[in-house]
């Protein structure tokens, strides 16, 4: 909690009844998700680098000689890096990787670590994508690399809030 503690902007609770894009929240809660949520999410993760059919990623990990389908699926197993299902697919948006490279980004691990055991794919393409309270109404997405101690602490608050 000091990580909560150290800054006045993730020390006040902030208010869960505004969420401002509802199709990611209504949608993302049912069983499974519709293309409702589907195309909020393609449109929520243009700007970071948009999401990517796996197979698609596998293809291109196999083209720069840095892996194949068996590597993202260890990635995706080991929760370095989260994937979704939709349409028989599996979908994984790409700011998890630095840009024109296949390198995970520094510092994904940390807040992943805190979210995947209570979140789903679906769930946490989401929480990356909503914009927080904890962390002054920007999204997790856009902060990664800039305030990952925020980040962070505001998937700590979100964990907790989910686990009870």
Do not use: C
């Not at 998700?33 to 291109?60: C, E, K, M």
């Not at 691990?109 to 679906?122: R, T």
């Amino acid at each position: 909690m000091s990580a909560l503690a150290s800054s006045s902007a993730h020390a006040a609770r902030p208010d869960f009844a505004a969420q401002p894009h509802p199709s990611l929240y209504s949608e993302v809660n049912d069983a499974e998700p519709g293309d409702h949520a589907f195309v909020a999410l393609r449109a929520a993760y243009r700007a970071s680098g948009g999401i990517v059919r796996g197979d698609d990623l596998a293809r291109s990990f196999w083209d720069h000689q840095r892996g194949d389908y068996v590597s993202l699926a260890r990635l995706i197993v080991a929760r370095e890096i989260f994937s979704f299902r939709w349409n028989e697919s599996y979908w994984i948006p790409m700011f998890q990787f630095e840009r024109g490279e296949p390198a995970i980004k520094p510092g994904l691990s940390q807040v992943l670590a805190e979210l995947v055991d209570v979140f789903d794919g679906w769930r946490l393409a989401a929480w990356f994508a909503q914009p927080s309270a904890w962390l002054n109404g920007q999204r997790p997405v856009d902060l990664l690399d800039s305030d990952l101690s925020g980040v962070r602490a505001a998937a700590r608050a979100d964990r907790f809030i989910a686990t009870g």
